[in-house]
């Protein structure tokens, strides 16, 4: 329940004041008869819709409860304690994918505090998508792993995304789109191969698969002009072509390419330096990316 009454008037102050007595003392029928009437005073307050809401949700009627809180949501964009108990009602109803979108928007308000994580690792964990939950999960164990009782239940959620793909009851695609993601091709093979004969559905996937294993015999480097001519760390950061092979490599290593500086087999060139003992099995794509400055 919302407990702020700041800026009402002495009697929404004390309507809010007998809703929220009467929710803990689990009278919710008097409760509700308190918020309603600051409604029916105030149409735009949000507060007492929120709290509408949370009685709906606590009396088991979820779809009253999301309407109120949307209702709220509609006044109010930015009031945190509406979004969560969206999130927490949708999750009630079993749609985890629509609660772990919910959840994402509240990171951007709390500045992900690691109870929000932790509830958009579980969101995603029981809708499937199972690379999103991992991301997740590496980005609480990056910021909070120094605590120990973080650390605990990241190691936990862990073991849980572990069962989840061994449980078998979730997609076949998701299962493997995990593996090609996590760069385990071999498994994500020996997953997709038995089941494409009785599952036509995955033949995206197969074409994703392909793609992917392409990418790893292709081991790719990139140079730039930075690379050659600059040997000043902290001069090269003036560089924009600098900035460009980063960029350019952290995408190709997202679509699941080796990067490498020994022996590639693309050689993708930014800026037209003269290339020196360039090996014959190097593929050169010669790309110039106007100035190096």
């Known amino acids: 329940m919302n407990k702020t009454v700041a800026s009402q008037t002495d009697d929404v102050k004390l309507l809010f004041q007998e809703?929220?007595?009467?929710?803990?003392?689990?009278?919710?029928?008097?409760?509700?008869?308190?918020?309603?009437?600051?409604?029916?005073?105030?149409p735009l307050n949000y507060e007492a819709l929120n709290n509408l809401g949370v009685i709906q949700f606590r009396e088991g009627h979820f779809q009253k409860?999301?309407?109120?809180?949307?209702?709220?949501?509609?006044?109010?964009?930015?009031?945190?304690?509406?979004?969560?108990?969206?999130?927490?009602?949708?999750?009630?109803?079993?749609?985890?994918?629509?609660?772990?979108?919910?959840?994402?928007?509240?990171l951007s308000f709390d500045g992900h505090r690691p109870e929000t994580l932790i509830s958009i690792i579980d969101c995603h964990l029981h809708a499937g998508e199972f690379t999103t939950a991992r991301t997740f999960l590496n980005r609480l164990a990056i910021l909070y792993g120094h605590q120990e009782n973080i650390r605990d239940v990241a190691k936990k959620l862990a073991y849980d995304l572990r069962d989840a793909l061994q449980s078998g009851k979730y997609p076949l695609e998701n299962i493997i789109k995990y593996y090609i993601d996590c760069g385990n091709l071999t498994t994500a093979r020996d997953l997709l191969i038995p089941s494409l004969r009785n599952n036509k559905g995955l033949e995206n996937i197969k074409e994703l698969l392909t793609t992917k294993e392409k990418l790893q015999r292709l081991p790719i480097a990139i140079l730039s002009a930075a690379d050659l001519l600059e040997s000043n760390p902290e001069r090269k950061l003036r560089w924009g072509d600098h900035w460009f092979s980063k960029e350019l490599s952290e995408a190709l290593s997202a679509a699941g390419a080796v990067m490498t500086s020994k022996d590639p087999?693309?050689?993708?060139?930014?800026?037209?330096?003269?290339?020196?003992?360039?090996?014959?099995?190097?593929?050169n794509i010669i790309w110039i990316h106007s100035h190096p400055d």
Not at 27 to 40: P, Q, S, T, W, Y
Not at 77 to 103: H, R
Request: some cysteine; proline content about 1%; aromatic content about 10%.
């Open 65 to 106: 409860a999301i309407s109120y809180f949307d209702k709220a949501l509609q006044i109010h964009n930015g009031y945190e304690d509406a979004w969560e108990n969206l999130a927490a009602c949708l999750m009630s109803t079993g749609d985890y994918a629509g609660a772990a979108k919910i959840y994402g928007k509240i």
């Open 19 to 42: 809703g929220d007595r009467f929710f803990n003392e689990d009278d919710l029928g008097n409760a509700n008869k308190c918020f309603e009437r600051i409604v029916a005073a105030d």
């Open 265 to 283: 087999k693309v050689l993708i060139h930014l800026h037209g330096i003269p290339l020196n003992e360039l090996k014959g099995t190097t593929h």
